[in-house]
């Protein structure tokens, strides 16, 4: 009995040991069908969003590649896009042309936009269809900025579509499962697709899809950087990057503020390097910004500043030289030129009154104290420090005050000081 009971755990296990790779090994014979089958069946959604550039275009080439590559029956390119910013876009309209797999452009979900070279994809694509309500046009565009070369069908603007019936487009349908549904049975590119199976249930037919439906999405760094390419966060990005510099400048030393412009200013780099550009329009907004710079520094919000606000304003609409397909929305415009007009107005005195101010109640004190600039005066505008703390400071225009002239506090106004400068 205990020899029975000493051998039995041994046997168990020897036992186990045995069975355990038998199982593994069926388990994968059982999976090996299976992942074929998912990568057959499979289809990939290719999300081509915003304007093409080199990233884009190298996101896209690759990801249709990487589809034939790993055998999925198809590829769908969902379209929401502007147009091409660069002149590789022929790389990818060749590889359309003549694809390794299946393709089939969708442009959706609406609002969405095939404007330009986007347009053109759907004309030499051999399957296109349109969410309704969706815009096409202007596909003889190739490169955004760029004239019309003449070489493709020229749309008469930009044609909403309302029920599949636009040049190049062979079917509309609102919805991305629809689409694959649709796809069953469809011969693209010498090859019949399976995608939907019929389900009869109390006596109606209905159409399942059966294909899995993969999404394929570019990285975060290549999402960051098309952010940079919609004019209207380009503006918000610039705009925002340039008051925070403007504030850093002003609040004597580097810190927090040129760290948070740096990310923004670089991201916009980009866009600016990459987006067709209105020079004019791009000096407004840059002039904009300085006279709103100019007037905070005489502790004002006057004249110079609503000028600098109206060509803050134009610029944006305009900096980006992409119509009629790219282009700023005036909403998006608008709505950053108020944020900066309120950081300028409100919230860069508020932080300078704190950053400035020191801790005692009434400051009337002050007055007949002695001091000496920290900074030389500029339009009778300066920083001075009396008893060890930092005061903004003003003085008669025709004063010269430079950095370490010693100076009499003659007067407060607020947070400020009236100086002159010391016999």
């Given at each position: ?6 051998t039995?755990p041994?046997i168990?296990?020897?036992k ?8 593994v090994?069926l ?6 069908p299976a ?5 057959h069946?499979?289809i990939?959604?290719v999300r081509?969003e915003g304007?093409i550039?080199?990233i884009?275009?190298?996101y896209l080439?690759?990801a249709?590649?990487g589809a ?5 029956q ?5 379209i929401d896009?502007?147009?091409a ?5 022929t ?6 042309e003549?694809?390794?797999?299946p393709?089939v ?5 609406a ?10 994809i759907?004309?030499i694509?051999?399957v296109a269809t ?6 096409v ?6 490169i ?7 070489s493709s069908r020229?749309?008469s603007?930009a ?6 019936d636009t040049?190049?487009v062979d079917?509309?349908?609102?919805a991305?499962g629809q689409?694959v549904v649709w ?5 693209i590119?010498?090859?019949t697709l399976?995608t939907?199976e019929?389900v009869?249930e ?7 899809p059966?294909?899995v439906?993969?999404f394929v999405e570019?990285s ?6 098309a952010?940079?390419?919609k004019?209207?966060?380009l503006?918000f990005?610039l705009?925002?990057?340039l ?7 002003y609040?004597?030393g580097?810190g927090v ?7 923004p200013?670089l991201?916009?780099s980009?866009?600016?390097a990459?987006?067709p550009?209105?020079?004019w ?6 002039l904009g ?5 100019i007037e ?5 919000f006057?004249l ?5 606000a109206?060509?803050?304003?134009v610029?944006?609409l305009?900096f ?6 790219l282009a700023?929305?005036?909403g998006s415009?608008?709505?950053t030129?108020?944020?900066v007009?309120?950081f300028f ?14 801790g005692t109640y009434?400051?009337?004190?002050l ?6 600039t920290t900074?030389?005066f500029s339009?009778g505008?300066g920083?001075?420090s ?8 003003t003085s008669?225009r025709?004063?010269t ?6 100076i009499?506090?003659t ?12 016999p």
């Amino acid at each position: 009995m205990a020899k029975q009971l000493f051998t039995a755990p041994i046997i168990r296990g020897v036992k186990t040991r045995l069975l355990l790779p038998v199982f593994v090994l069926l388990v994968l014979a059982a999976g090996l069908p299976a992942f074929a089958h998912d990568s057959h069946e499979r289809i990939d959604v290719v999300r081509l969003e915003g304007a093409i550039d080199n990233i884009k275009l190298d996101y896209l080439i690759d990801a249709i590649n990487g589809a034939a590559a790993e055998g999925a029956q198809a590829v769908i390119l969902e379209i929401d896009s502007p147009g091409a910013v660069t002149s590789e876009i022929t790389t990818l309209l060749d590889l359309l042309e003549s694809p390794p797999l299946p393709i089939v452009a969708w442009v959706g979900d609406a609002p969405a936009e095939a404007q330009g070279a986007a347009a053109r994809i759907l004309e030499i694509i051999e399957v296109a269809t349109i969410a309704p309500g969706a815009v096409v046009g202007h596909s003889d565009i190739l490169i955004i900025g760029e004239s019309p070369d003449g070489s493709s069908r020229t749309f008469s603007g930009a044609v909403v579509v309302a029920g599949g019936d636009t040049p190049g487009v062979d079917r509309a349908e609102a919805a991305l499962g629809q689409i694959v549904v649709w796809l069953h049975g469809q011969e693209i590119n010498g090859r019949t697709l399976d995608t939907a199976e019929q389900v009869i249930e109390d006596g109606t037919a209905t159409a399942t899809p059966t294909a899995v439906v993969r999404f394929v999405e570019p990285s975060a760094l290549r999402n960051m950087l098309a952010h940079a390419l919609k004019p209207g966060t380009l503006f918000f990005l610039l705009s925002i990057a340039l008051t925070v510099m403007v504030f850093e400048f002003y609040a004597i030393g580097p810190g927090v503020g040129a760290a948070t412009a740096l990310l923004p200013l670089l991201v916009a780099s980009y866009g600016l390097a990459t987006l067709p550009l209105s020079f004019w329009a791009l000096g407004a907004l840059l002039l904009g910004i300085l006279l709103m710079a100019i007037e905070y520094q005489r502790s004002k919000f006057g004249l110079l500043s609503t000028i600098g606000a109206v060509l803050l304003f134009v610029g944006g609409l305009k900096f980006v030289d992409g119509a009629p397909t790219l282009a700023a929305h005036w909403g998006s415009v608008l709505t950053t030129t108020l944020l900066v007009v309120i950081f300028f107005a409100v919230a860069m005195p508020a932080v300078a009154r704190t950053r400035f101010s020191t801790g005692t109640y009434g400051r009337e004190h002050l007055v007949g104290r002695e001091g000496v600039t920290t900074e030389a005066f500029s339009n009778g505008a300066g920083v001075v420090s009396v008893d060890g703390a930092l005061w903004r400071a003003t003085s008669h225009r025709e004063l010269t005050l430079e950095e370490g002239s010693p100076i009499t506090v003659t007067g407060v106004q607020g947070s400020w000081l009236d100086v002159s400068e010391s016999p």
